[in-house]
């Protein structure tokens, strides 16, 4: 049995966008099953996930907006934006998913787990403080950031997305928050159309090209992101681990593979021993080719793992 906590709750399967929408229930099962067959799913720890508290929301949302969210419980399903329905089953997949990174942070700075990984639908990352967007609704990786910062005291926390997509909610949620450095790398001129233009010394938006490889991806890392962590010295790290990036899926024009998302962890794990005790957090964002994405988390969790 690994030290790594592995947080799920089956609510997040009951949200469903309807069919042919590439953020469905099937991705989640897609992951479980890779896991399985990579003989992953028995070494890690299991958990499920508790419902995140309003008081944790609006520590990165505003309170209306939360209260819209939830009040759809009780009424019809409807388009927030052109890529996101709300249904009456969002509002708990949504607390499911934020509540899994309070949890996943509780574990890791109680030492009761060295890192976690949050198998969890909606995503998080477009969620901005007052608005779902791009599939999002809540702002999961935000919400345990806040939490490792507002509960634990932490002075300094590190968000990396190597998702292929500007995580704009999180920069939105952060532009002000010098306690958070955020790292996003994301294919540009691209969905959501924005992060190229930001400066603020606490947000490292790498842009990627169109045709990205391996070997530009890696070079835009070590030249941006590395060095910035390294000057930041976080006492905590979260992954929003969006696999969308992956050669197979055709959400975008950037080709990893499953060894990019090996060697990106093991560094952030390298930085994590070296300030922060080890502490990652990790929750999946997007991927969209089932196949891709179970093996793109599996190659992601084995390195969470240190089996690799
Ligand atoms: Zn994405």
Not at 99 to 115: H, N, R
Not at 137 to 155: D, E, K, P, S, Y
Not at 180 to 186: E, K, N, P, Q
């Amino acid at each position: 049995m690994s030290n790594v906590a592995y947080i799920y709750h089956p609510d997040c399967l009951h949200h469903d966008m309807g069919i042919g929408h590439p953020e469905c229930p099937a991705r989640f099962s897609s992951i479980e099953d890779q896991l399985i067959a990579s003989n992953l799913f028995d070494f890690v720890r299991h958990h499920q996930a508790p419902e995140a508290t309003r008081e944790q929301l609006i520590r990165v949302h505003d309170k209306k907006y939360v209260n819209h969210v939830l009040s759809f419980e009780n009424k019809q399903s409807e388009y927030l934006d052109p890529d996101t329905m709300i249904t009456p089953q969002t509002p708990k997949a949504a607390l499911r998913a934020a509540g899994a990174l309070v949890m996943a942070t509780e574990l890791v700075m109680k030492k009761q787990a060295k890192a976690a990984f949050c198998n969890v639908r909606p995503p998080g990352h477009h969620a901005m403080h007052k608005q779902a967007m791009g599939f999002c609704f809540f702002n999961n990786v935000a919400v345990g950031a806040a939490h490792a910062i507002h509960h634990f005291g932490l002075r300094k926390v590190a968000v990396v997305d190597f998702d292929v997509h500007h995580g704009n909610g999180t920069e939105d949620i952060f532009r002000n928050e010098p306690r958070v450095l955020f790292c996003s790398s994301f294919e540009h001129p691209f969905y959501p159309f924005c992060g190229a233009e930001t400066v603020k010394d606490h947000i490292i938006n790498v842009p990627l090209t169109a045709g990205t490889g391996s070997d530009k991806f890696r070079e835009a890392v070590l030249e941006h992101w590395i060095p910035a962590l390294h000057k930041f010295e976080p006492q905590m790290i979260f992954i929003s681990a969006g696999f969308d990036a992956h050669r197979d899926d055709d959400m975008s024009h950037v080709h990893l593979s499953e060894r990019d998302y090996t060697w990106l962890t093991q560094e952030l794990l390298v930085i994590a021993d070296k300030f922060a005790e080890g502490r990652v957090v990790s929750t999946l964002e997007g991927g969209y080719e089932l196949h891709s994405l179970g093996r793109s988390v599996a190659a992601h969790l084995r390195a969470l793992m240190r089996l690799t």
